[in-house]
């Protein structure tokens, strides 16, 4: 491609280093053109999909997509974090050495995008000029036009974000090849599929997938694993799968800063763009900082602990997006905000988009609907009880279009953390909220965060699972050289977080109703939490942590009925000391675990023997 130089010189990308990286993946990879990307093309890449046929109009200014039927959720057997060094090893990572994988995904790249366009999709991962954006800028070569169409609405990208770098090595390289997706063996044992991130090269290379988790590389291969290498080899920051939002209390006029985890599709998306109950909503105002991904550091000058989403939009679960349960998320995705949905339900003729929860009956009359899949619902039969929407689709949305979008989002400085919970999918034991005021106990309780797998990843769904920190798809190290490094960070604060487990989803023993109605009544929880932090109420102590007492928890405006309430704040001793016997199992599996997580883990034994 003898004209290669001139379009990166038209491009104005002046950087001799990701030029090379472009001119090295462009002979291996065998495209036919190369494109430079700004976000400025947006309106044209745009114009173009719809032309070919990618994507489809929904509405005005509403785009829908559909993805490959057997590439709709991240492949965690085929995902690989690579080093040079064993010691890298750890159980969740899927550790390989890089001289295996390496040249196994250019092999499987090589001549793989012939005839297709090479786009280079240039950005950061932080706001600019953060104290972390050394580790944040990027370069995803894609060869698909959807691909570059989410980065742009999920990072901020442009050339400028790699041209005037310190160093100008310190970008990552972010490979992304699709490749022949009908003939890719997805789940079988001859699957070609692999999702690698070097991280001691800062290097990525994902091939076999366009699906967003496997293929938005700023996002979960940076921002995730490749941002926690990073951070722990830089003994600097903690990349962190974790929403963050802002609690404005209008009476007192404090703002509060919380942040936490939830495995993928357990709700964190759905927090930080809560709008408060209508009966709090006078006082209460909750703002939008990140639903994903957090990098968390101590602010050298203030000694406080400071959190900021690298992020630049939402990739958020449709299902039981409704009125009720998300307005802003709806809104998020309204006309003229450019938003792409993927694998929802759609119906070209009305320009209407359908998921299930969207509204409580399926639209009635289905002349013109589609389901995800393609095929029309009306020549279902009457028995197909099969979702018109895929469990995981998605809409994708720039956050400028989040109602709730905090002021300062975009403020280099980040800002202070106050909290730090974590919660998924538990059906029983854990209740609606247990506060932990120690760090060790804090970091020990997001080691054992059990919950139920979710559609976000490939044929798990329901299956109850550890998953530390909800972090366990993106661990890039090994789980206690993790924990170390976590109790380093978060306790070189001069001001330490509150932590807190969360459960929003236990549900009824005989009827499975969701004891908790969940969505926007969440905030009281955290109200609770905050009031316990400033030391206004005590709540109850037991073995597991501090929980509210009944007259504790704001429930102006609701209605739960009392044997329910009950049950979601108290403690199954005889549940809990069995899942002791779990926990002890599952921290054995890991190399050097701190010893202040073993004594924790004995403390919190010891006290369950004591409770009646
Ligand atoms: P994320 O992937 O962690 O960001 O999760 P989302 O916020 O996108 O939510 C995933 C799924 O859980 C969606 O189908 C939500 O409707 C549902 N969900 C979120 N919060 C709650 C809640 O408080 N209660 C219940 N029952 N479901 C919830
Ligand atoms: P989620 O997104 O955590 O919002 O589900 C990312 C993913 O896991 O694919
Ligand atoms: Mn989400």
Redesign the pocket.
Known sequence: MADLEAVMDEAGLTNPRVRAFVVEYAELTGAARVEVINASDDARLLEEAVAAGELEEVGEGRYYSRSYHKDT??SEERTVVATSDEKDRGVYNNWRPTSEMKPLLHERMRGASEGRTMYVVPYLMAPPGNPLAPWAAGVELTDTRTVVLHMIRMARVGVQHVNDLEDPDSFVRAVHVTGDLEHLGQGTADDQRWFVTVADERTILHFGSS???NALLG??AHGLRQGAYDGWASRKFLAE?YMLIGIHDKETGRTYHVCGG?????G??NLAMMAAPDALGERYHVSFYG??IAWLWVDEDTGRLMGMNPEYGV???AKDTNERTNPNALASVGEGTDCIFTNVAHNPTTGEVWWEGRTEEKPRDRRGWLDWTGSPVADRKDDDTAPWAHP?S?FTTTLANVPNIAPDYDAPAGVPIDAIIFGGRTRDREPLIRAITDLAEGVYDGLTLGAEA?S??EGKEGVLRYDPM?NR?FMAYGEGDYARHYLDVVGAATDQPIFAHVNWFQRDAEDGHFLWPGYRDNLRPLLWLLRLRDGEVQGRRTAVGIVPTEDELDLTGMDVPAEDLQRILSIDKERWQQEMGFREEHLAQFDRMPEEIWEAHRRVAADLEQED
Do not use: E, L, M
Request: hydrophobic share 30%; net charge positive.
């Open positions: 959720a991240r699906y967003g988790g996002k979960i799968q939830f495995p993928s599709a357990s964190k998306t639903d994903d990739f958020g679960v995981n998605r979710t976000a990843a909800s798809p």
